[in-house]
C-alpha cells in the first residue's frame, strides 16, 4: 500500500472517482461493467425454418460466422437447420462452408469454420408435419441437456412468407413457443410480413398467439445498417442540425432509392405479386422517413424509440380516394433500355412477369405529416428497379435564404441541402453557397463531403449479423413493431386500393430503363416548384 | 546532428523512407501542392496522430508502423524522432503521403505524414512543432513509445486528447505512474477543445483485452456466477515482458469482485472480500509462450474457470468446471503487434473508464 501512496494513488483514485458518472452497475455479470457498450447476446440455439434457402446460406450462415469470428457470438451457441430435403449434418455443413467461403464479409478460415460448423446440425422436416416439430423439439431438449448452456431458443422463420402462419401454429401446437426453465424462447420473422393491412393483422394475431410481441423480432434489415443507425445520431448528438430540423427551416425532403437491377435470377415470379410499393416503401422506406422525421425519443430504450417512430407513421396523411392517390403517387413500368451499355428489357417482357402485370418496379410519392413539425414539408420518395444508378439516400433541402444582400443575385442553387447516403458509399454532405474567386461577386455551390469509407477503416458489419446479435441480447430497437408495421399497411393500403380496386385506377406510367423514371414523376415535384435532386 | 544519427536511421534517410525532405516553413505548402496536383486522391484525415520516440534508430520500425495503423485510419501523421542532446538545436523534416486504393478502386485515400528529427535540447521547440502542423479541429492522439521524459511537459500533454504508452517497456515504472497521474488531473489546456481529463491508453492493459471479455464470457451463465463469492485464489501466469499486464488483470478481477488488497509477498498478494472472504491472487512467470498471458485461473467452492492461450493458436480457450458442469469452448485471441493494439483503441474510442479505475489498484501492486 505504501508504494500506491507514493505513487500518488490517491490522485489515481480522485481520478477514477470523478470519472464515475456511471458508476459500478447492478450488472448481473461484474466482469460485463464497462467491457461492452451494447448488450450481451445469450448463448442460444438458433433454429431456422427454410435452412437450405437463399437466404441462410448468404446472408444468416455468414453472419453468424462472422459473428463468432470476431468473438461476439457467445460460446455455447447452436444452430439447427430445418427444410424439406432429406440430408445429413455433414451434408448441410458441407453445402454452408461452400457458400461461407464465397461470400463471407471477411474471408473464410477453415479451422475455425471447422469449429463453428461443429455447433450446427440439420433437422428435416416439412413446415406442415406435427411430427417434425415433435422430431426438433427431442433434439432441442437432448442437446440441450448434453451440451452446456442455457435452453434459450431463437426461431428463425427464413422461408417464403406463405409458410410463417403454418410454422408459427406447429410451434403452438408441439409447445416448442413456450420458454424452458431457465431459458427465453424468441421468434424472428423475416419480410415481408403480410401484404396487406388484413394478412399483417392476421399474421400478428398468429405471432403474438405464439409469442408475446416482447419476444417477437420483425426483420428490417435497412434497420441493421450502420447509415440508418447513425440518422438518430446525426440529428440528437450534434447541436446543429435539430434546431433547424423542423418547417421553419426545411422546405423538403427526398427519399430515393434506385437500383439498377430488374427481373434477373428468377426474382420476377416473387416480385410480380409484390411491386415497389409493398415490397420497399412499406418497410424500409417508411422506417427510414420515420427515423428523419421523429421526435427525440424520451429515452434510448426499444419502445422509447419506437413509440416516437410509430407516431410519425401515424401522422401521415392518408390518401382519401383514388383521385388522392393520382394527384400524389406515381406508378410506372420501364420498357426496354439501356444499362451500362447493355440492351435491358421491359418490365413486361421480364422472365416470370405476367406480360400483362399491373405491377410497379416504380413508384414516387408526395407524403405530408400531419404534425406540428412538419406542416407544410412534403416528403418526396421513389424507388425503381432500372433506374439509372444504385443509390439510396436521403436529402433534406433547406429553405431559402431571404432575398436580400448576396440573395438578389442568380444563382443555380441556392438551397442547402443536407445529403445522408445510405449505400453505396455511406456518408453524408452538405451543400452551400460560397464565392468564387475573382473580383465580382459570383457564387456557385460547393460540398462538404464526410465518406465513411475514407475516415473510418473498419468495414460496417453486415446488417444480418447486429440483427442477430440483437435479437440474442433481447434488443428489439431495430426490429419493427405490431403497431408500426400495422400502420404502415394502412397506408400503404388506400394506394393499392386505388390501383387495383377503384372503379377509376390512377395510369400506369412508363419509364426508358437506365433513365431517372417516369416524367410524371417528374411533374410530382414541378408542380410544387421543385425537382427531384440529381443523382 | 549528423554525428548522432545511428546507423540503421542514416540508411533510412537514404533510402529516402521519410519521403521529401522539407524546409520547417514549407511544410504545408509542399503538402497542399501534392494534393493539388494529384488528381482522383482524396485527403483524408479523422485525426492527428503523433508518434514520440526517443529512440531514432527505431523511427524506421515507427514509419512501418504508421504505415500499418493509416492503413485502417486515415490520420495526419506527426512522427518525431529526437536525438540525444548534443549542444545546438537542429530540425530536419521530411514530408510523404501514404495512399491506397479506395472501396471503389478508382480514388486514392492519402493519409499524409510529416517526419521531425530533433537534435539538441528541444524542450519547447517540440511542442511548438507539434502545435504548429496539427489539423485544426480534429482530436490528437499522441503514441509515447519508451519512458516519459523531461519532454512530457505540461503545455504538450494539455493538448493530447489521448495518450498510448506501453508501461511494460518501462524499467523504473514507479515515477512513470506518477507523471500520468500527474497528467490525467491537470487541468485543460487553453488550446484543447477536449472536455475531460487526458485519456491514458497503456498498451500493457489493451493486451489484456481479450482475456478479459474471456472471463466475462466465463460468467454469463448465471450457474457460474453463483461461484463468484466462493472465488479464493487467483493464478496468473504471464511472460516476462508482461508482467504489467498480469498485473493489470489482476487489478481488474480483483476490482470487479469487489475485494481490497490487504497484503503482498513477492508475487503474491491477499485480498479482503467485503463480506470478509480472503481471495489469494498470485502472478507466475513462465519464460515461454507466444501471448503476453499464457493462463489465468479462477478458483473455489469446488469451481474452477481457466483462461488458455494454447501453443501458437490464435484463439483463447476457455473452460468452467463446478458441480456436474463442465464447458470448454474458443474466443477470438489477443492482438499480437503493437500496431494492431493501437488501431484497436483508435477504432473503439470511448473514454477508457475501465482503465482509469484499474490503474491505481495496479499501481498499487507494483
Ligand atoms: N434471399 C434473400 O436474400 C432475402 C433477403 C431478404 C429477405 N428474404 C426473405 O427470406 C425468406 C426466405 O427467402 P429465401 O430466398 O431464402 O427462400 P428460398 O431460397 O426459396 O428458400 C426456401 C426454404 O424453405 C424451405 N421450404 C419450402 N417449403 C417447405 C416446406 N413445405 N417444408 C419445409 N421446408 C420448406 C426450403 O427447403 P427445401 O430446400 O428443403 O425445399 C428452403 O429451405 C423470404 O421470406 C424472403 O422474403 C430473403
Known sequence: ????????????????????????????????????????????????????????????????????????????????????????????????????????????????????????????????????????????????????????????????????????????????????????????????????????????????????????????????????????????????????????????????????????????????????????????????????????????????????????????????????????????????????????????????????????????????????????????????????????????????????????????????????????????????????????????????????????????????????????????????????VEHAWRFIDDIEHAWHKSNSPPPMAQYEAGTWGPEEADTLLSRDGRVWRRL | MEDTIPAPLRVALDDGLFGEETPLAEIERRLDQYFSVEHGVTRASLMNLAIYTERPETLAADDESLNRITQNHACRALLLGVLPDEGGLSVRCWIKARCQLGPDAKTKLCSEQVTFLLGGDCQSCLTNLVFSHLRSDLPLVMWWRGELSHHFQESLYTVIDRLILDSSRWPDPIPQFAKIAQAVTAPTGRLSDRRGQLLVHDLAYTRGHQHRRAIAVLFDPPAARAFLPEINRIEIVHTPAHRHTGLYLGAWITRQLGAELTQRVGASYQYQRPGGGRIGLSLLEQTEGACAIPSILLEGGGARFEVIASGESPL???????????????????????????????????????LAQVLPRMAAML
Open chain 2, 316 to 354: 483463447l480457450e476457455i473452460r468452467s468446471r463446478f458441480g456436474q458442469h463442465q464447458t470448454n469452448a474458443f474466443l477470438p485471441g489477443p492482438r499480437l503487434g503493437d500496431e494492431d493494439l493501437v488501431s484497436e483503441i483508435l477504432m473503439r474510442g470511448g473514454s477508457n473508464l475501465l
Open chain 1, 1 to 484: 500500500m505504501m508504494v500506491a501512496e507514493h505513487l500518488g494513488a490517491k490522485r489515481y483514485l480522485h481520478f477514477a472517482r470523478d470519472r464515475q458518472g456511471f458508476g459500478p452497475t447492478a450488472m448481473d455479470n461484474p466482469f460485463r461493467e464497462l467491457l461492452v457498450s451494447r448488450s450481451s447476446p445469450e448463448p442460444c440455439s438458433v433454429v431456422i425454418f427454410g435452412a437450405t434457402g437463399d437466404l441462410t446460406h448468404r446472408k444468416l450462415i455468414p453472419a453468424l460466422y462472422n459473428l463468432a469470428k470476431e468473438g461476439d457470438l457467445p460460446p455455447g451457441s447452436r444452430v439447427i437447420g430445418v427444410a424439406r430435403r432429406e440430408k445429413t449434418d455433414e451434408e448441410f455443413r458441407e453445402e454452408l462452408r461452400e457458400m461461407n467461403r464465397k461470400v463471407s464479409r471477411q474471408g473464410h478460415d477453415e479451422a475455425l469454420w471447422d469449429r463453428f460448423a461443429a455447433s450446427i446440425s440439420y433437422h428435416r422436416s416439412e413446415f406442415n408435419d406435427p411430427e417434425g416439430y415433435r422430431g426438433l423439439s427431442e433434439l432441442l431438449t437432448k442437446r440441450e441437456t448434453t451440451e452446456p448452456g442455457k435452453p434459450n431458443r431463437l426461431f428463425y422463420l427464413a422461408s417464403a412468407p406463405e409458410f410463417f402462419d403454418v410454422i408459427l401454429d406447429q410451434l403452438r401446437e408441439s409447445g416448442l413457443n413456450e420458454a424452458q426453465e431457465g431459458g427465453w424462447t424468441r421468434a424472428v420473422v423475416e419480410k415481408p410480413f403480410g401484404t396487406d393491412l388484413a394478412t399483417a393483422q392476421h399474421l400478428n394475431a398468429v405471432v403474438n398467439a405464439t409469442f408475446a410481441e416482447k419476444d417477437t423480432y420483425r426483420i428490417d434489415h435497412y434497420l441493421g445498417k450502420e447509415t440508418a443507425q447513425n440518422i438518430m445520431v446525426i440529428r440528437f448528438a450534434n447541436a446543429i442540425f435539430e434546431p433547424l430540423w423542423n418547417s421553419r427551416y426545411i422546405d423538403h425532403v427526398q427519399i430515393t432509392c434506385a437500383e439498377t437491377l430488374g427481373m434477373e435470377g428468377g426474382r420476377g415470379g416473387y416480385y410480380d405479386t409484390a411491386g415497389a410499393l409493398r415490397d420497399m416503401v412499406q418497410n424500409h422506406l417508411l422506417q427510414l422517413l420515420s427515423l428523419i422525421a421523429m421526435e427525440a425519443p424520451a429515452d434510448l430504450t426499444a419502445d422509447g424509440i419506437r413509440d416516437e417512430k410509430v407516431k410519425v407513421i401515424k401522422s401521415l396523411r392518408r390518401y382519401p380516394d383514388a383521385r388522392a392517390v393520382a394527384e400524389s403517387v406515381v406508378r410506372a413500368q420501364y420498357k426496354s433500355g439501356s444499362i451500362l451499355g447493355q440492351t435491358v428489357r421491359g418490365y413486361l417482357e421480364e422472365d416470370r412477369i405476367n406480360p400483362r402485370s399491373m405491377t410497379e418496379p416504380y413508384v414516387a410519392l408526395k407524403i405530408n405529416i400531419d404534425n406540428w413539425r412538419w406542416e407544410g414539408v412534403p416528403f418526396y420518395m421513389r424507388m425503381g428497379k432500372r433506374l439509372a444508378k444504385k443509390v439510396t439516400e436521403i436529402s433534406i433541402h433547406f429553405k431559402e435564404p431571404p432575398g436580400v444582400l448576396f440573395n438578389r443575385l442568380p444563382v443555380t442553387a441556392r438551397k442547402n441541402v443536407l445529403v445522408l447516403r445510405i449505400q453505396p458509399d455511406e456518408g453524408m454532405s452538405l451543400r452551400m453557397l460560397s464565392k468564387m474567386p475573382g473580383p465580382s461577386i459570383r457564387m456557385e455551390p460547393v460540398k462538404m463531403d464526410f465518406q465513411y469509407s475514407t475516415s473510418f477503416g473498419k468495414p460496417s458489419p453486415e446488417a444480418y449479423e447486429r440483427l442477430l446479435l440483437d435479437a440474442m441480447a433481447g434488443d428489439a430497437t431495430l426490429f419493427a413493431r405490431r403497431d408500426e
